[in-house]
């Protein structure tokens, strides 16, 4: 697929943003904006918004084992794209997959531990991986929680404060922390996009 040009997002994403039509699960124009993009990091973010919305295996078949000259985003990009392989896999894939994740992620992470990508998805790996694999409700909190924190420092980082705090939340929830219901609340007092609002009525993992 090609790449997809990458855009500014802040807590409300601009209409034109691959963000915006992620969170608006609007598939027919997120799709068509990947058509016309131009660079490999910009389409590893093409497929790793893509994925969850359509579950399209072929979005994963031509991603590479690795990359030169990569910067942390394309990395944990990456990493992100081969977790979501071993999560659709058998039992063999999920071991061989999430090792290559792994070893991604940690590229990317000795790259630049605070990236918000790297951070995001570091955090999304713990969540939802299984325990004997070393998923860790409360280690996703800590990567999340550094997230909410990168995210003031770099307001075009592509990733909404709104986004962060959901993810915050399911770790919260996870947990079964009672500070959980509150950032839901809070989530949802902000109206958000039909994606997010999903996410709050049926959580995933759930």
């Not at 962060?164 to 949802?188: C, F, N, P, V, Y």
Request: glycine share 6%.
């Amino acid at each position: 697929m090609p790449a997809i040009l990458s855009a500014v997002m802040l807590t409300t994403a601009p209409a034109d943003s691959v963000h915006y039509y992620y969170s608006h699960r609007d598939v027919g124009s997120l799709t068509s904006l990947c058509d016309r993009s131009q660079s490999r990091e910009s389409d590893l973010l093409c497929r790793y918004r893509l994925f969850p919305l359509t579950r399209d295996e072929a979005l994963l078949e031509s991603i590479p084992e690795t990359m030169s000259h990569a910067s942390a985003t394309e990395l944990a990009l990456l990493s992100g794209l081969w977790g979501y392989r071993a999560g659709h896999g058998s039992l063999i894939d999920m071991v061989r997959y999430g090792r290559r994740s792994h070893q991604l992620l940690t590229e990317a992470k000795r790259l630049d531990p605070d990236n918000p990508f790297v951070l995001l998805i570091e955090g999304q790996s713990l969540l939802f991986r299984p325990g004997m694999f070393g998923g860790d409700a409360g280690q996703a909190l800590l990567a999340f929680r550094r997230l909410q924190r990168a995210l003031s420092e770099m307001p075009d980082s592509r990733i909404t404060e709104m986004e962060a705090d959901l993810w915050t939340w399911l770790a919260l929830r996870k947990m079964g922390d009672a500070s959980a219901e509150r950032l839901r609340q809070h989530i949802a007092d902000q109206s958000p996009p039909p994606l997010y609002a999903e996410f709050l009525r049926n959580p995933p993992g759930s």
